[in-house]
């Protein structure tokens, strides 16, 4: 896919991404430009974003450069769907320029995929503080993460943003689906997943469909972990998202929703916190299962990335590629 366009990568330059090459301020680099599934390419060579202060984008050996020195906050490849993954590129390109004009949504959305330090505060049951900016985005999220420790009511939003942030009940919300990117992260946000099906025209607000896919994901911030919700799973075989700066993958093995990361994850709102969760690290012990351990056991549930087996547990070996063990009940 060949593209035009100019997006703001920080808060004062623009990328200018063009058929025949990259440009940002005075420093360009010439070469076919096309978007592919895993990003951004210029004759070939994929184009890396950098948190570099002066040249934040790198092609092969060559650096695109800027003054004044900036920390760029961007989207890419954050996201991996199958058939979805040139869409969710683009997508990730318009919310870099939301994010980098000062859209709150953009903001909230950062927060999420890249981990701010409020929601690591609540993670890691300190008291957190949020950002004056945005504030009641942020306070939204510290509130949802206490829920079970503080009251809250939420702000009085308009309907649209009310919508997207799953505020409003699902009769009201259903009125603003519709065969827009907006209508299609709304749909999204309230479970109705057969939008995905959407042949929608690529545009600016393309970027609703990354914020969708987090709204349908949920990941609410809690203590002690992340609360994800996996029903979009219903519509997908996997899903690979970057949470919190770290990565989730998710995925549907003959009707069973399983999930991994390196994140100590709480699946299904939460409902379900010692069965389904997993662990930072690379092994350990959560509630009643064991991740990459392998226990013997007379009645076992294994489970592994591609089939799960129930019955007696041996352990012949300790390198076996277990995602979890859990006794039988």
Sequence with gaps: MSLELDIYISSSRVLNIRGGGLRLGSSAVVGAVELREDGLYLDGKLVVFRRALRCPVKIGGLYLCQEPPEIPRFFYRDVFVPGFNVKFRMAELYATDKLNRGECLAEYLHSIVKGAPHLWDIYYRKEPKARSSCGELFNL??????????????????????????????????????????????????????ALSWDLTPSPDMWYLLFGLYSALDPVVVPGGVAVDLGILRALPYVVARVMGRWLVAFNVAGLYMAAGNFNMLVDGGRKRAKYASCDGDKCVAGGLYFNYCVELECGMLRTWDFEFKGPVKCPRLDLPFIAVEPCK
């Design 141 to 194: 999220q510290i509130a949802r993460g206490l829920r079970e420790q503080k009251a809250y009511r939420p702000p009085l939003l308009n309907k649209q943003l009310a919508s997207l942030l799953g505020l409003l009940r699902f009769p009201e919300a259903l009125e603003l689906v519709e065969m827009s990117w907006l209508g299609l992260a709304v749909a999204l946000r309230y479970g109705l997943y057969g």
